[in-house]
């Protein structure tokens, strides 16, 4: 895998901060916002075998200034490992979470048993798991920013879905990248007339060096926030399980929570 993630968050944490992607998104209604409708969007594929469709949880949007590309990331719904189409035994006896995170040509898949395993990640051409993709995408047909704590407070308490962008950029490095999920979880306090964003797993991406293919950049995180200039994360990777200060095994879990500058918004997606 590489450097662990606490290596290049120590390495990499002074260079990052926000760039202007969010300034840049475009849309036709609203507030000229283009953000997805998660409630229905999805990758179909095409193998004959199995024609499987995921449920998109999250996109990112990685740019590379330097190189003057950008990779358009989809992490899908995490399902569970399973004998498809079998006749009887639909689960596997040694079972594991299931994610796969398409970018570009590029897949990652990621596989997470009750202890961390070397098969964890794994890097595939797309067209060698489920045959050509096919992206079901949809756009909030009226995509708003909420500003005030009275805008979020209301649409939250209304049945309007909310979505968030959060960007990230390196300085050093030239990467920068575009964070977009849905607000599965708003906590408003009336009291102290604050809102705060709590959601995940979302596709973060280490802007601290190149990764070829550029998926191999992502790893899973929730964010957390409640100003528009800085986001917490608490990422996915492997964390020991102590008893009595020892160490006992090692699991794919979220932890060390990280904070960095970072430029959010919350919108109301229709």
């Known amino acids: 895998m590489g ?6 968050l120590a390495a990499g944490l002074a260079a990052v901060g926000a760039g202007s992607l969010v300034d840049t998104a475009t849309g036709a209604e609203g507030d000229g916002i283009e953000c997805l409708d998660y409630g229905r969007s999805f990758i179909c594929n095409t193998s004959t075998a199995n024609a499987v469709r995921f449920w998109i949880e999250s996109r990112t949007i990685l740019y590379d200034d330097r190189a003057g590309t950008k990779t358009v990331i989809y992490q899908c719904g995490s399902c569970k490992s399973e004998n498809t189409f079998a006749e009887k035994d639909l689960l596997k006896e040694d079972n594991y979470d299931f994610m796969p995170i398409y970018g570009g040509e590029d897949i990652l898949v990621l596989r997470r048993h009750v202890d961390a395993r070397d098969r964890y990640r794994e890097l595939r051409k797309v067209t060698e798991m489920w045959g050509d993709p096919i992206l079901r995408l949809h756009y909030g047909k009226s995509v708003v920013e909420l500003k005030t704590f009275e805008e979020i407070r209301d649409v939250t308490v209304s049945d309007t ?3 968030a962008q959060t960007e990230l950029a390196n300085e050093e ?7 977009e999920y849905p607000v ?3 906590n408003i306090s009336i009291d102290r007339r604050m809102w705060q964003v709590d ?4 596709a973060m991406p280490d ?6 293919p550029p998926v191999d950049s992502v790893r899973l995180a929730f964010a ?3 100003a528009p200039h800085f986001c917490d994360f608490v990422i996915e990777q492997p964390t020991p399980v102590l008893r009595e200060e020892q160490e006992v095994c090692r699991v794919y879990h979220y932890s060390d929570p990280v904070s960095l500058p970072a430029k959010n918004r919350v919108l109301a997606v229709r």
């Open 207 to 212: 802007l601290t060096r190149r990764f070829e």
């Open 3 to 8: 450097a662990t993630r606490r290596d290049f």
């Open 199 to 202: 959601t995940g797993p979302i």
């Open 161 to 163: 879905p909310l979505a």
């Open 224 to 226: 957390v926030f409640n």
């Open 173 to 179: 490095t030239g990467l920068r990248c575009l964070m």
């Open 184 to 186: 599965k979880t708003m």
